[in-house]
């Protein structure tokens, strides 16, 4: 169990906020399979700004070490 940030989506948000402009979009949904069919053998955990808010959003991050993974 990692330790208890009462504050962590707080936090998130504002790191999300200031580091995550995507200038051409590229990270803004997550990739398309059928586009890129060899993404997700390469990439083992993706990850796109659209799936960072949901889950700051239903608050799926309790502690920091969630969110690294």
């Given at each position: ?63 920091l ?5």
């Amino acid at each position: 169990m990692g330790s208890h940030f009462p504050f962590l989506n707080v936090f998130l948000v504002l790191v999300f906020m200031r580091c995550g402009k995507d200038t051409y979009g590229v990270f803004v949904e997550p990739v398309d399979p059928e586009e890129l069919p060899d993404y997700h053998d390469v990439i083992e955990h993706p990850m796109d700004f659209s799936t960072v808010r949901q889950k700051l959003a239903n608050g799926s991050y309790p502690t920091l070490e969630q969110f690294e993974v």
